[in-house]
């Protein structure tokens, strides 16, 4: 995997604030073969030529093609600086046919591109060793929450895990390899088509998932890669930003209800890569610093059991039920039970909304025997309901005192 040459990427931000970085030593005498704008021709193309490509180089900061101790080809406007007026020139000349002007203590040999020789000069390019430095920066990674508060999931589900990144101010990102590790204890399987991602991964070249059991994953552990690269969109937030969602689906297991788990972490991939971030230019990957919050997975409830709330065990639907979901319309002061952002247990009907319908439901159920139907999003995993509650009942999230009628329960 590849990365951006921080030291040169530093020096090039301190040349375009205004100061020239030609080496007071060099002397006009010799001539060097350059065309200004051909800002990566430490590639060794030929012929010389001025690309789109080469303004990214520049501005990322790419290893720099030396002559005398200057970035002569970087050096658009022709006054032997480099500073933010060539990063000017170079743009104007692809949206105006601005000019293309030599510095002239580094005169090229070539007055023109049309009169370059068919074949390039021995030892092309003419560049000294760049001096690098690997990058000190870390990238941040996050798998799940920023908080490292833990994943909320459900059993026999879906589940989404957010992936956010920070970079430092020197990291330009177009490549990746992510391999995400899940113990299959907990994780049932990647749900690769549900993946989601987000800008500017949405707008790169390639991604592409391989998924790997064990080995070379410890025992009972497996991974996916997922590896994305691009040619010219970098990937550059220096706050936390979310890139993706990597969906699994959670075991069948009734009895994991109320644990915490860390069942997600780094995976492995059988040619030995490495999880690792870098840029296009193929020198130095970024250090990396990942957190990764665990999985806590819900406790089940029974529809019409709408003061769950208040922990009464076992799960049942009492004539207070019906006093209480009443008072959620009318905005008496009850307090919501939340899976997930939804009043799972007051949609009593099965449509995943909480309408007036749900109070129908629900007094047809203590008058003439009606049904008690979950909403299939939320699908509760007993019969048979346990003798003891588990730890922690009942399964809700912070209460929403006086809350609104929910429009719509499908959250997930």
């Not at 995997?1 to 375009?16: E, G, K, T």
């Not at 790419?62 to 200057?70: S, V």
């Not at 048979?384 to 006086?402: H, K, L």
């Amino acid at each position: 995997m590849r990365s951006v040459n921080v030291a040169c990427f530093a020096a090039l931000l301190c040349a375009i604030a205004g100061s020239c970085i030609i080496n007071p030593e060099a002397k006009a005498q010799e001539t060097y073969e350059y065309l200004p704008g051909d800002v990566n021709m430490a590639y060794g193309n030929w012929p010389p030529v001025v690309m789109p490509d080469d303004v990214l180089y520049f501005l990322s900061g790419g290893p720099p093609c030396l002559l005398d101790g200057f970035w002569a080809s970087v050096d658009i406007n022709g006054d032997c600086c480099i500073t933010g007026g060539d990063v000017t020139a170079l743009v104007g000349y692809f949206v105006d046919g601005g000019g293309l002007s030599y510095c002239p203590d580094y005169e090229s040999m070539w007055p023109t591109p049309d009169e370059l020789p068919d074949d390039p000069p021995p030892d092309w390019p003419p560049c000294e060793a760049p001096p690098l430095e690997p990058p000190e920066d870390d990238v941040f990674i996050w798998f799940g929450n920023l908080d490292e508060s833990p994943i909320i999931a459900n059993i026999n589900d879906r589940v989404c895990v957010d992936v956010y990144i920070q970079t430092p101010n020197s990291a330009y990102i177009a490549d990746m390899h992510i391999p995400v590790g899940i113990e299959n204890q907990y994780i049932d399987d990647f749900l690769t088509a549900d993946h989601q991602y987000f800008y500017p991964l949405t707008d790169w070249d390639n991604i592409i998932t391989r998924q790997f059991g064990s080995p070379p994953n410890p025992t009972g552990w497996s991974s996916q890669s997922i590896l994305a690269f691009d040619s010219s969109v970098w990937l550059h937030f220096e706050t936390p930003q979310l890139i993706m969602k990597i969906a699994v689906q959670t075991v069948n297991d009734p009895e994991l209800a109320g644990n915490t788990v860390q069942c997600i972490g780094i995976g492995s991939h059988p040619d030995g890569w490495p999880f690792c971030v870098g840029d296009t230019l193929g020198i130095f990957d970024y250090p990396i610093t990942e957190y990764i919050s665990p999985v806590f997975f819900n406790y089940p409830y029974l529809p019409g059991d709408v003061n769950m709330a208040l922990g009464i065990w076992p799960p049942q639907c009492i004539g207070g039920d019906v006093t209480y979901l009443v008072g959620y319309f009318i905005g008496g002061g009850q307090e919501s039970c939340l899976l997930t952002g939804f009043w799972a247990s007051a949609d009593i009907n099965g449509d995943c909304l909480i309408i007036g319908g749900d109070v129908t439901a629900l007094v047809g159920y203590f008058v003439a025997g009606g049904n008690l139907v979950p909403c299939p999003d939320y699908e509760p995993v007993w019969p048979p309901v346990p003798e003891e509650a588990p730890a922690g009942w009942p399964n809700c999230e912070t209460p929403v005192i006086n809350s609104e009628v929910i429009p719509t329960g499908r959250g997930k």
